[in-house]
């Protein structure tokens, strides 16, 4: 596909997504019945994956995890450890961290389409009952923003918390990499929204316990590294919920949005 194939795919793969679950929130059995069709004619999730493939190619822009890979690299330097990674909607085995010795990488996705990727939703995947079962870095690499409605994509970043390793008996006082969730975002999402800019989303960010360690602009993707402390005070200067709230006036605007309660 070229790339004007791909952008189009992917585009029209969200927005159909929205509609879905705006009709489905109206009651609108008969309209998502129809969009539902739609997808599926379009090639449905599968269709959107290996478009979404093809834009990670080198000339395309290259695999977003070579940029927290360029992060931690010099953390990683002086270290012999081997840090967890969950990888949510992984599209590949041989992206860059998986490539690294430094991580052990569990990958997941609502459609893996090869050996190596669980096909596992994150919302839905089990919580942690000991350490062993968390991770020390969660990559959500444009995967908020295919969740269809605003409080999910909130309760998808609420969640991470509590599968980052936060337990002092592991030594990971003495570690070099913090708990950390990288995410990446459409740049729109966080500079063209009427709903969102980064004074919002860092405020979100900071009320469930994550500091800003990490930022990159492209002219396509923000990217972020949010280290994550369970003892952050988190009531500091915050807003009790984020609702639905204009930020960011204007016609041309997108309304991206997180919402979280």
Same mark, same amino acid.
């Given at each position: 596909?070229?790339?004007?194939?791909?952008?189009?795919?992917?585009?029209?793969?969200?927005?159909?997504?929205?509609?879905?679950?705006?009709?489905?929130?109206?009651?609108?059995?008969?309209? +998502?019945?129809?969009?539902?069709?739609?997808?599926?004619?379009?090639?449905?999730?599968?269709?959107?994956?290996?478009?979404?493939?093809?834009?990670?190619?080198?000339?395309?822009?290259?695999?977003?995890?070579?940029?927290?890979?360029?992060?931690?690299?010099?953390?990683?330097?002086?270290?012999?450890?081997?840090?967890?990674?969950?990888?949510?909607?992984?599209?590949?085995?041989?992206?860059?961290?998986?490539?690294?010795?430094?991580?052990?990488?569990?990958?997941?996705?609502?459609?893996?389409?090869?050996?190596?990727?669980?096909?596992?939703?994150?919302?839905?995947?089990?919580?942690?009952?000991?350490? +062993?079962?968390?991770?020390?870095?969660?990559?959500?690499?444009?995967?908020?923003?295919?969740?269809?409605?605003?409080?999910?994509?909130?309760?998808?970043?609420?969640?991470?918390?509590?599968?980052?390793?936060?337990?002092?008996?592991?030594?990971?006082?003495?570690?070099?990499?913090?708990?950390?969730?990288?995410?990446?975002?459409?740049?729109?999402?966080?500079?063209?929204?009427?709903?969102?800019?980064?004074?919002?989303?860092?405020?979100?960010?900071?009320?469930?316990?994550?500091?800003?360690?990490?930022?990159?602009?492209?002219?396509?993707?923000?990217?972020?590294?949010?280290?994550?402390?369970?003892?952050?005070?988190?009531?500091?200067?915050?807003?009790?919920?984020?609702?639905?709230?204009?930020?960011?006036?204007?016609?041309?605007?997108?309304?991206?949005?997180?919402?979280?309660?």
């Amino acid at each position: 596909m070229t790339a004007k194939v791909t952008r189009t795919l992917i585009r029209s793969h969200h927005q159909l997504h929205k509609s879905l679950a705006d009709a489905e929130r109206s009651g609108n059995h008969g309209q +998502a019945t129809l969009l539902r069709d739609q997808i599926e004619r379009q090639g449905g999730l599968e269709a959107y994956q290996q478009a979404s493939l093809q834009g990670q190619a080198l000339d395309r822009g290259g695999d977003t995890s070579k940029v927290l890979l360029e992060w931690l690299q010099p953390d990683l330097e002086n270290t012999t450890e081997t840090y967890r990674m969950l990888e949510v909607g992984a599209l590949s085995t041989s992206n860059a961290c998986s490539r690294s010795k430094a991580f052990a990488v569990t990958r997941i996705d609502l459609h893996s389409q090869t050996k190596g990727i669980e096909e596992q939703d994150f919302m839905k995947r089990p919580l942690p009952l000991s350490s +062993a079962d968390t991770f020390d870095i969660i990559s959500l690499s444009l995967v908020v923003n295919y969740v269809p409605n605003a409080s999910g994509r909130g309760q998808m970043l609420k969640r991470t918390c509590q599968f980052l390793n936060q337990n002092d008996d592991t030594g990971r006082e003495l570690r070099q990499v913090k708990p950390s969730l990288f995410l990446v975002l459409p740049a729109p999402c966080v500079t063209n929204s009427r709903y969102l800019n980064e004074d919002r989303l860092t405020m979100i960010m900071e009320s469930l316990g994550y500091i800003r360690a990490q930022r990159k602009l492209s002219s396509k993707l923000v990217y972020y590294l949010w280290t994550y402390e369970s003892t952050h005070d988190k009531s500091k200067n915050q807003p009790s919920d984020f609702a639905k709230k204009e930020v960011n006036p204007g016609k041309a605007r997108n309304n991206f949005c997180i919402v979280l309660d």
